[in-house]
């Protein structure tokens, strides 16, 4: 029987050491073939999907682009050609990150992907969007022109009615420009951090239950049953949600699955002996 | 023959019921082949290319800012106006209450509660010391200034707020002609000089380093300056003219024909509407409706009825079609426990 990476780091940690115990826990929170997958569930077939990496490739953009703008200094884009195009590609790609975050907190939404475990994931995107939020406005604050001398006059406002324009001061600019390039995306990246993290600990989540207009399209009538309760007996058996956990199929599911999931993936597995009846969920004779 | 399916909280002390908004029906079907590697390598390509070509053909906005020199050459009544205001401390800035003076009750109310007084004045600004005196008395070789303000600052504050008043009126059908500022004669005493100084001052581009807080040479805080300005009606007549105002959808807006922060829309909406498009505790208002709002879609997934809108919307199946498309007899294996689905 092999071993998986994951077990043999396990293994291998020294347990009575904190780093051994950090390593060990990290590589069963996260193990390689779940930080870093090659697969995914089938019903993964939708663009909305794409606008997550979309949000981290702009979110790179933005802090490479604002790299070079802090190699040279908040003033080299005002009286240079090429930092006005650096300039540009930030402001470019701080609206092209806030459209991609926009669609894809939408699309989480419509897919209510917070189900399953996964609440926080869904808060630390929220959150993550909140902050980019703080981060983008203490940019538009350090441009050192008309926008953000206005922007900085008419915010001060509200920031000042919330009591936090005593320590954060919107008109002062060295204190803005510290914000917006050290504090702010750092944690905006920590949180983004998590946040990718998140996902990929708990997984992409599964569709609704199919509808009964489905159901009905399928040929099948559906009739619900006294709502059963999911108890921790249930919970403790073998059906884990992620792939490494899963009968795995032994070659590698090429796009065609979408249309027809192989056997071995779909085949419903044996219930656990003990489990009280009333909890399981039972398939038509001709489905076994 | 059964099978079980699990839900969402293998931890879960205690039985609870399954909810469609709350729990799933964990994927038991087929997978397939995925590069994560490659979908964010291709991602951040394409951003590349996308901000590349939008640098490229559309560039970024980049106007001058107004400054006190620019801002008295352009409109040196105004700034005459607007100089007296901070001279006598009746400006906007001068009676804002904290966190730059202490002014009885100034501060916006949301119900009982003032979170603007709560921390007091911690950046405390006298407009008057700040905005006038002190940088006139910067001026070199100005006896006649000199003597001005020495009779200013020694006067009792009565004298100095008649002087205030009565320079008040005059300054009101101010004119300006040949580099100067003309103004009827007056019960003034020196302030007239004052003001004046203040002027030439302010159009010669001192004053703007002399609002600078900072003693150091390097200055990062420009706080004064930019409270003196928008003291004045010139920038917010500027921004009007860019369609920045407030109730132009203002800071959501960017100066030329450039996105800006589309982003707050939905808090710059707020300034549109009654109460707070009119209410004199506005801003506070929308930041705690905005506030709200941020916390309850950050806890959608705890509130029952909101963390059902998806599900009753119905989109999901427009992003999910090619599986439900797909699912076929295997329909069944994506139903929650407590369900029982017969062929017909």
Not at chain 2, 261 to 284: H, K
């Amino acid at each position: 029987m092999s071993t998986s990476p994951a077990e043999t780091l396990a293994a291998v940690a020294e347990k009575d050491t904190w780093t051994g115990k950090i390593r060990e826990k990290a590589v069963e929170a996260l193990p390689p073939e779940r930080l870093l997958p090659d697969r995914q569930p089938a019903y993964v077939a939708s663009w909305s999907y794409v606008f997550g990496a979309l949000s981290i490739g702009a979110f790179i953009v933005v802090l490479l682009s604002g790299a070079v703008l802090a190699v040279e200094g908040p003033a080299w884009w005002h009286k240079s050609n090429v930092g006005l195009f650096v300039n540009s590609l930030h402001m470019w790609s701080t609206e092209f990150f806030f459209m991609f975050m926009v669609v894809h907190l939408w699309a989480k939404f419509f897919m209510a992907a917070w189900r399953g475990r996964r609440k926080a994931t869904w808060i630390t995107g929220v959150i993550a969007f909140a902050v980019s939020i703080g981060a983008a406005f203490t940019g538009y604050l350090s441009q050192q022109n008309f926008d953000s001398e206005w922007i900085g006059t008419q915010a001060k406002d509200g920031i000042n009615s919330t009591g936090a324009g005593a320590f954060w001061n919107v008109l002062n600019f060295g204190q803005m420009l510290m914000w917006h390039i050290v504090l702010l995306p750092l944690v905006v990246a920590m949180v983004i951090g998590l946040h990718v993290l998140l996902v990929r600990r708990r997984g992409v989540v599964p569709p609704f239950a199919p509808t009964e207009a489905q159901l009905a399209k399928a040929g099948l009538t559906l009739t619900t049953t006294a709502a059963p309760t999911v108890s921790p007996p249930l919970l403790q058996e073998p059906v884990e949600p992620l792939p490494t956990e899963q009968p795995v199929p032994q070659e590698p599911v090429a796009a065609p699955a979408l249309q027809e999931p192989t056997a071995q993936a779909s085949t419903p597995q044996e219930p656990p002996p003990g489990l009280p009846q009333e909890l399981l969920w039972n398939l038509p004779e001709d489905q076994t | 023959m059964s099978v079980t399916r699990a839900s969402d909280t293998p931890r879960a002390h205690r039985a609870r019921r399954f909810r469609q908004d709350r729990d799933v029906v964990e994927w038991l079907g087929a997978y397939r082949r995925y590069d994560l590697a490659k979908e964010v390598l291709v991602c951040f390509l394409v951003v590349v290319l996308l901000t590349v070509v939008c640098a490229i053909v559309f560039s970024s906005p980049d106007e001058h800012p107004v400054t006190v020199k620019s801002w008295s050459n352009a409109a040196p009544v105004d700034f005459a106006q607007t100089a007296m205001t901070e001279l006598d401390r009746t400006s906007g800035v001068a009676t804002y209450g904290p966190p730059y003076t202490n002014t009885p009750g100034a501060g916006q109310m949301l119900g009982p509660i003032s979170a603007e007084r709560f921390f007091g004045v911690r950046i405390p600004i006298d407009t008057a010391q700040d905005f006038v005196l002190k940088p006139l008395a910067t001026l070199p070789d100005r006896p006649a200034l000199g003597a001005a303000l020495a009779e200013y600052q020694g006067a009792p504050a009565a004298q100095r707020a008649n002087w205030d008043a009565a320079y008040e009126n005059v300054v009101a059908n101010a004119t300006f002609s040949n580099g100067q500022l003309v103004v009827k004669g007056g019960p003034y005493g020196p302030v007239g000089v004052l003001i004046g100084n203040l002027e030439s001052m302010a159009r010669s581009g001192a004053l703007d380093g002399a609002l600078l807080e900072s003693p150091q040479l390097y200055a990062t805080n420009y706080t004064n300056s930019l409270l003196f300005i928008a003291d004045g009606t010139y920038l917010a007549d500027q921004a009007g003219l860019r369609h920045l105002q407030g109730d132009q959808w203002g800071m959501m807006n960017e100066t030329g024909n450039f996105p800006g922060q589309a982003w707050l829309w939905l808090y710059t909406l707020w300034y549109q509407i009654p109460p707070m498009n009119s209410s004199s505790n506005g801003d506070v208002e929308v930041w705690a409706i905005m506030m709200v709002l941020t916390l309850l879609l950050a806890l959608v997934p705890f509130i029952p009825g909101l963390r059902s809108i998806p599900r009753w919307l119905g989109i999901y199946r427009l992003i999910w079609r090619v599986h439900y498309r797909s699912l076929g007899p295997d329909i069944i294996s994506q139903m929650p426990p407590g369900r029982q689905s017969h062929r017909r």
